[in-house]
């Protein structure tokens, strides 16, 4: 299985029995795209690559309108995203931005619920292994976009988890939703995700192989798709956005054992081919510095807070001598063709969080900072330090450009954003108003 794109075949509810191929003209029905594994490997591939496309995880999930909320960045006053970076939530850029980020996200559910519901009944259809593994990356991408939907949309667990939030998309249906409340959302997530763990531990070769890479080309690029410990690791995200801490200390435990597993390693990344060019339009140096995305020397120095050692993590940053200041620009995706989602750097976090004392959390997080090169000299400890702070601060360095840190920021409920002063009440910000229509082709809400 070669590292190419496929065209997303995007499935509208409002003509459920077709499918759009990248030709206008022509119309594959679900019978035919079905026939054979060859048709569902096309059709899984394409939920991938919509996915990855730039309205999502390839750049505003990630790198772009993500990490403009996450005050990442210094935005200029002529950029298209600087009424992004201003929370103005009722500007028609915004208005576009979020409104396309809610359908194109539905439509790829609404892919993957396709693919599983054609899936049934066909296993004599697939090669050994290839149908538990195809249904597992499936049910747990299912969740995954669900859980960002949710954590976009909707208040967190601390402004309530009865609160009306979103629905809950598992079927191919002409019918709406119901608007399920924030608790509710999260039980149908950890539904999939246990689905999806049963079906990859008996067949995904990472597991039962030990190896992320093997000969047959459908298990090629374990990484890049959803497997079995990114599914793992998901679900520890999700346990502790809910509040669950024993389950979600639990599960970065169960991954923390597991040899072969580094302190860094990622676990879940998105391929494009178009992932330089998305991030080179927010980030490659221009004869005209005014209209791309940079970091003020100052906000650098207090993300890395210090020069003494070399934080590898801020060698994702080259500095721009600009007269007589200079500024830095992210070169986190110059050479790079896949968008990292999920890994064991977050596993470390969340098990620090789950500790039974600020001491052993501590230990987890020096684990992960001696990682990226900083001296165990430097070590935090209890004594010297606030737990929660270092948190935070670990969360700040780690994530750039993956979109993580904003989430973070909403599930703390902080009283404070990081170099947005001018937010008086964060919360205002946190979750971006659904769309007026809930999506372009019909009301996806039942009301």
């Not at 391929?271 to 100052?298: L, P, Q, R």
């Amino acid at each position: 299985m070669r590292r190419i794109l496929l065209i997303c075949m995007v499935f509208s509810l409002a003509s459920c029995g077709k499918w759009l191929d990248v030709s206008p003209k022509s119309q594959v029905k679900g019978d035919d795209l079905f026939k054979d594994e060859a048709g569902f490997q096309t059709a899984m591939f394409g939920v991938y690559t919509s996915a990855a496309s730039s309205t999502l995880y390839g750049s505003n999930l990630t790198m772009g309108m993500l990490d403009v909320l996450g005050k990442y960045y210094e935005v200029p006053s002529n950029h298209g995203y600087y009424q992004v970076d201003s929370y103005d939530y009722e500007s028609s850029t915004v208005v576009s931005m979020r409104d396309a980020i809610w359908s194109g996200m539905y439509r790829t559910i609404l892919n993957c619920n396709n693919l599983l519901e054609n899936m049934e009944g066909k296993e004599s259809l697939f090669a050994s292994g290839h149908y538990p593994v195809m249904k597992g990356e499936m049910l747990g991408i299912r969740a995954y976009l669900h859980f960002d939907l949710l954590r976009l949309f909707a208040p967190s667990f601390a402004e309530g988890m009865t609160v009306p939030a979103i629905p809950y998309v598992d079927k191919v249906s002409r019918n709406p939703f119901p608007q399920l409340t924030t608790e509710k959302v999260v039980e149908r997530i950890i539904e999939d995700c246990k689905a999806a763990l049963a079906l990859l531990k008996e067949a995904d070769p990472w597991v039962v192989e030990g190896k992320d890479e093997i000969s047959d080309n459908f298990f090629e690029m374990r990484r890049e798709r959803m497997n079995y410990y990114a599914v793992k690791a998901f679900m520890a995200r999700v346990y502790l956005y809910a509040g669950n801490i024993t389950e979600a200390g639990k599960m970065a435990e169960e991954l923390i054992e597991i040899k072969g597993l580094g302190v860094t390693s990622p676990l879940f990344s998105l391929y494009s081919d178009k992932i330089k060019d998305y991030a080179d339009a927010f980030f490659a140096e221009k004869e005209d510095n005014s209209s791309i995305f940079t970091e003020g020397s100052s906000l650098h120095a207090t993300i890395f807070e210090t020069s003494m050692y070399e934080d590898y993590r801020s060698s994702t940053w080259t500095e721009l001598k600009n007269g007589s200041t200079s500024v830095h620009l992210i070169t986190k995706y110059k050479r790079k063709v896949v968008v990292p989602l999920i890994g064991m750097n977050e596993v470390y976090y969340i098990y620090a969080e789950c500790c039974d004392s600020e001491n052993e959390g501590l230990k987890a997080l020096n684990k992960v900072r001696n990682s990226y090169n900083i001296p165990s000299q430097m070590d935090l400890e209890e004594e010297k330090c606030v737990f929660a702070d270092e948190l935070q601060k670990e969360y700040r360095k780690s994530f750039l450009g993956e979109g993580q840190f904003f989430y973070f920021l909403k599930r703390k409920d902080v009283k404070e954003i990081p170099s947005a002063a001018q937010v008086v009440n964060p919360r205002k910000v946190f979750t971006l108003p659904m769309p007026d229509n809930e999506l372009e082709f019909g009301d996806l809400i039942e009301q």
